[in-house]
């Protein structure tokens, strides 16, 4: 089986989202029951909408913090 690799988000990450035009902030970030983030667009922050990580495009590379923490999970998830 093919697993795609997810990115946690955190507050503050500059991201697009699929189907979306334009770049957004990560304002808020949920695990349960589903994994979504709440996205602001920049230079209008009334304009929210909530995605599912899988559809978030990241605009900065991942840190060091979170590699670790994606490495371990994989480490430990079983198939």
Do not use: H, Y
């Not at 507050?11 to 970030?29: K, L, P, S, W, Y």
């Not at 900065?60 to 590699?67: G, V």
């Amino acid at each position: 089986m093919i697993r795609q690799q997810i990115r946690a988000p955190k507050n503050g990450d500059r991201v697009g989202a699929t189907g979306q035009n334009g770049t957004f902030e990560v304002i808020a970030v949920t695990t349960s029951p589903v994994n979504m983030a709440k996205l602001s667009l920049l230079g209008k922050p009334d304009f929210t909408i909530d995605v599912p990580w899988g559809a978030l495009i990241f605009r900065d590379k991942e840190d060091a913090s979170q590699a670790a923490a994606r490495i371990v999970k994989e480490a430990t998830e079983k198939d």
